[in-house]
């Protein structure tokens, strides 16, 4: 059964901590996505890549967070150091190609910064 | 800019229909999605325009017109299972040395279906 993992689902942590959460998207999927989700805000596109390169990541604060794709199994983002206005859940989803008609979503990581 | 605007909440009875609407105003439209998502949950596609008129899936059907910057997502026989949050999103074309796509996402509408 093909699906999104990410870790961890769930992390609380206090102000100026690393964060780190991980991705595996579906096998075979070559573009992949960060959002991240408020009640306020709703959800935001922060990355994206494909076939392990960024294209965009405009949707990020640069001087805290970084996305990579270390291999095509895993994506990381990580926020370095955190605040409690990161405080969200980080979903990550994963696509065939550049036309996809869906993405796949993960269960997210639901982080909470003290 | 890119804009998308849905109604924040909405409440319907059980086995009845609702509409839910959807406007934006995006540059380099290239298709318009549906996603559904449950408290908690991740979202789940539901459906995909990319031309104009009704695109139906069981009890889901969405429309969409492309001149007006609109759709719907209509859901019948309710139940109450469907209560949960719909989320529009469009897909734009973006070029980075070849073309491919990202999603922006409204805000969602919650949707409550009492008995």
């Known amino acids: 059964d093909a699906r999104v993992t990410q870790t961890p689902r769930h992390k609380v942590t206090e102000m100026g901590q690393e964060v780190t959460m991980r991705c595996q998207p579906i096998?075979?999927?070559?573009?992949v996505f960060w959002y991240r989700q408020t009640m306020m805000q709703g959800l935001e596109l922060l990355a994206y890549f494909r076939n392990r390169a960024p294209l965009d990541d405009s949707g990020m604060p640069k001087d805290r967070f970084s996305a990579e794709m270390p291999d095509a199994t895993l994506a990381t983002l990580k926020i370095q150091p955190s605040e409690p206005r990161d405080s969200a859940v980080y979903f990550c989803?994963?696509?065939?190609?550049?036309?996809?008609?869906?993405?796949?979503f993960g269960p997210g990581t639901r982080l909470t910064v003290l | 800019g890119q804009n998308i605007d849905q109604p924040t909440e909405m409440t319907a009875t059980e086995g009845a229909i609702v509409q839910i609407n959807c406007t934006y105003q995006?540059?380099?439209?290239?298709?318009l999605f549906w996603y559904q998502q449950h408290a908690g949950e991740a979202p789940t596609f539901l459906s995909y325009?990319?031309?104009?008129g009704l695109e139906e899936k069981g009890r889901f059907s969405s429309f969409l017109s492309r001149s007006k910057g609109y759709s719907y997502l209509l859901l019948k026989e309710l139940q109450m299972k469907d209560s949960a949050s719909y989320l529009c999103a469009v897909r734009v074309a973006m070029n980075y040395g070849g073309a491919t796509n990202k999603l922006i996402f409204g805000t969602g509408t919650l949707l409550a279906v009492q008995p």
């Open positions: 989803a994963s696509a065939l190609g550049t036309t996809y008609n869906e993405q796949f």
């Open positions: 325009n990319v031309l104009d």
């Open positions: 096998l075979g999927h070559n573009t």
């Open positions: 995006t540059s380099g439209f290239n298709g």
